[in-house]
């Protein structure tokens, strides 16, 4: 059990500083003219949004808001995965002091009606039809509730005309009521450990820890034109976290993408130097890529491949520096054409993209080849085919004889050679 704790003793938050405070003092070191989000049009398509215009949207948003009634402290709920509009609505909300009370988009209707009464939500945001039924199934039994929006129904185009009744001075007011020390957001836990419980933010816990993020890892996130590629939920501290690092640098990109289901075209499209995700994610990369090798001579070499980025890792583990040999084969030569194009030419993890080689063997270390539909490997480490889809085995992973005399030599194999062990890729020591 953790007994104590300590604090940065370098990291300094102003008063007067919230959230919004990251993007006005980005525009005021780097003008409105930089590049800080691109929106997703269509599979390997973006669309750039330069920080005057991602400033603007929020400002009409907030105006929005605030012709709606949302005052200081007051709950608002978004609803929905991770895209573009989401940003503008958190922001939106940090600069008037209002609370963003963020809801699973998987959460069903029972679990988004507890969180909205728990918190006393007076305005929630859908993205879609299906998330916005969720949310009018339960309206009736949330009674702070009073207006649910729908992205996809031009909720941000609703609230800038709303906002064309506040005037520049009484958003000005608002903004300036609002402290570091003053609620910015209420997450709730997953439940694991009973009902959900919401987590209460202020405006310095976040800039707390995104300046410690600049101080520990500026060649991540700071330095070298960064370039965020992000589908984790944003109602998700750690994907708010790493998207206010990206905006709060002087010239980050932010890639807001609502599914995986085209990653690869859009990781080839976007080109990302640093990304957050989850090992089932790598795990559907990786296994793209060897099943674009396929099997045979392709299958071998990528394998080999694998095997020297696994090498290496293990050897700036250990401080020992990678021989050209390796370099050679981790960065992909001889490595097939269609594996190179499947293979993210990028940093997993929020790595850098010149470290991608020598940190990605600790992603490989922990792939099993018995999971991989496309190879297998030996007791040596060679490839060796496996069984195709479809195609009946028995109980050892062989394929099934015909008939009785099928059945009782492979009983006689079986008696004979024991029960067969399938190969698995080298495991991380524990």
């Not at 930089?34 to 949004?49: S, Y």
């Not at 909205?116 to 945001?125: H, Q």
């Not at 709730?188 to 993020?213: C, D, M, Q, W």
Request: net charge positive; aromatic share 6%.
């Amino acid at each position: 059990m953790l007994t104590e704790y300590t604090t940065p003793g370098s990291i300094e938050v102003r008063s007067n500083e919230t959230l919004y405070s990251l993007l006005t003092q980005r525009i005021e070191r780097t003008g409105e003219d930089t590049v800080i989000a691109t929106r997703k049009t269509g599979p390997g398509r973006w669309e750039q949004i330069t920080t005057g215009e991602f400033h603007r949207m929020v400002l009409a948003a907030a105006k929005g808001f605030i012709a709606f009634g949302i005052r200081k402290g007051d709950a608002v709920s978004i609803f929905s995965p991770t895209r573009w509009e989401w940003g503008v609505l958190d922001f939106a909300l940090a600069a008037i002091g209002a609370v963003n009370v963020p809801i699973y988009d998987t959460d069903s209707a029972p679990q988004a009606e507890r969180i909205i009464n728990d918190s006393a939500v007076k305005l929630a945001i859908a993205d879609n039809r299906e998330r916005y039924d969720r949310l009018d199934s339960v309206i009736d039994n949330c009674p702070t509730l009073q207006r649910i929006l729908m992205l996809d129904g031009n909720a941000l185009g609703a609230l800038e005309g709303l906002g064309v009744s506040v005037s520049d001075e009484e958003l000005e007011t608002r903004i300036a009521s609002v402290g570091a020390d003053d609620l910015a957001t209420i997450v709730y836990t997953s439940g694991s450990t009973g009902t959900p419980k919401g987590a209460e933010l202020t405006h310095r816990n976040f800039l707390s820890i995104v300046r410690a993020g600049f101080a520990c890892l500026p060649e991540v996130i700071w330095d070298d034109h960064p370039r965020l590629l992000l589908f984790l939920p944003l109602a998700h501290c750690f994907a708010r976290f790493i998207e206010y690092c990206s905006i709060g640098s002087d010239d980050g990109v932010v890639g807001f993408l609502p599914d995986t289901k085209s990653l690869l075209p859009d990781l080839r499209s976007f080109k990302p130097t640093y990304l957050l995700g989850v090992p089932r994610v790598f795990e559907k990369v990786y296994n793209a890529a060897s099943r674009k090798a396929g099997m045979g001579f392709k299958g071998r070499v990528f394998l080999k491949a694998a095997e020297s980025a696994r090498a290496w890792s293990r050897m700036q583990q250990a401080g020992i520096r990678p021989t050209p040999k390796q370099v050679a084969g981790v960065r992909g030569v001889g490595v097939p054409h269609g594996a190179r194009r499947a293979r993210p030419e990028h940093p997993v993890c929020g790595l850098r993209r010149r470290a991608v080689e020598r940190r990605s063997g600790a992603f490989l270390l922990r792939h099993r080849t018995a999971d991989d539909p496309g190879l297998r490997t030996d007791g040596d480490g060679r490839a060796v085919h496996r069984v195709p889809c479809g195609r009946q085995r028995d109980r050892h992973g062989r394929p099934a004889g015909s008939g009785l005399l099928g059945a009782h030599l492979g009983g006689r194999r079986a008696a004979a050679q024991g029960r067969e062990r399938v190969p698995r890729l080298p495991q991380p020591a524990r």
